[in-house]
């Protein structure tokens, strides 16, 4: 039944509440709404509390064991702008969501994509961040080929993680190569490296890792995204104030260029690479997927 047919009352009341959010329409929804929105409780702590889990490069340390990364940037410029600290709680990936509804901390900002299922259970404001797709091919392999048209091709195989988005894009984006699949990421960049296909997909920064490591024989033929996903920070229901601000913060961010900047330099560079320590990073096998896939 569409709200057309429901009769002008109920289809005005529905309205109000999709568009007031007021306390009752919450109540009647079946979420209840916060006494005190935790912007206010943030504003009176005089810190505001993050929840993130450390994935290179959203979140690690450096070489003073201090944190560092995309996501650290975000929290500590909110913090900044909220005009208080900002304290960080580091939490399992698997646990941070009822760490969320617990009241550990205020708010998660650690590259939560946006799905429906999670949705049920936490709210999310506008994306801030945009995950995606990159690819490392072979400079040997590919000498001369443009990109992308020469990629979609029956002679050129792409290497990618099996089971992953990595796979599935490939074979919507360059339907006439072939896609040989793999258990792991390592396993899809050692094929390229040894010169057995021609690229290799994943999600970033893997492919800007791999090149950093292996730039004698790998290079990105693009930095663009090939996939777009779509990170948002989480909050705990019933609380209209946090969700507005929180999203207002994140859109004057976008339009002014700051988020996008400071996601392309962690994510589409290694000018990072010499404040951590990338031993284990040049390794292959520890290379993992962005948190939020």
Not at 54 to 63: E, H, L, S, Y
Request: hydrophobic share 45%; net charge negative; aromatic share 8%.
């Amino acid at each position: 039944m569409s709200l057309s047919d429901a009769g002008p009352g109920i289809a005005m009341a529905a309205v109000l509440c999709v568009t007031v959010a007021t306390g009752a329409c919450a109540e009647r929804a079946g979420q209840q709404p916060v006494s005190e929105s935790v912007i206010e409780t943030i504003k009176k702590r005089g810190a505001l509390r993050v929840g993130m889990s450390t994935f290179v490069p959203w979140a690690m340390r450096d070489n003073d064991g201090e944190l560092v990364g995309f996501e650290i940037d975000v929290a500590r410029k909110l913090a900044a702008d909220m005009g208080v600290a900002v304290e960080f709680v580091p939490t399992a990936w698997d646990g941070i969501i009822p760490a969320l509804l617990a009241s550990k901390f205020d708010v998660i900002i650690g590259g939560l994509s946006i799905t429906a299922q999670r949705n049920l259970t936490v709210n999310f404001t506008v994306p801030y961040a945009h995950s995606g797709l990159g690819v490392a091919a072979s400079k040997e392999l590919t000498a001369g080929m443009a990109w992308p048209d020469d990629y979609n091709a029956p002679e050129v195989t792409f290497a990618c993680r099996r089971g992953a988005t990595s796979c599935s894009a490939v074979g919507e984006l360059f339907p006439k190569a072939t896609a040989r699949k793999f258990d792991d990421d390592s396993q899809a960049a050692q094929e390229v490296l040894n010169g057995n296909a021609h690229a290799f997909v994943s999600s970033y920064p893997n492919p800007t890792l791999v090149v950093h490591r292996y730039g004698d024989k790998l290079f990105l033929p693009t930095t663009e995204n090939l996939t777009q996903g779509n990170e948002a920070f989480g909050i705990r229901k019933g609380d209209p104030d946090a969700l507005n601000f929180f999203s207002n913060w994140i859109v004057v961010n976008t339009s002014n260029g700051w988020l996008r900047q400071r996601h392309a330099y962690w994510f589409k560079t290694t000018d990072w690479a010499e404040q951590v320590d990338l031993k284990e990073l040049a390794n292959l096998k520890a290379m993992a997927p962005a948190p939020g896939l």
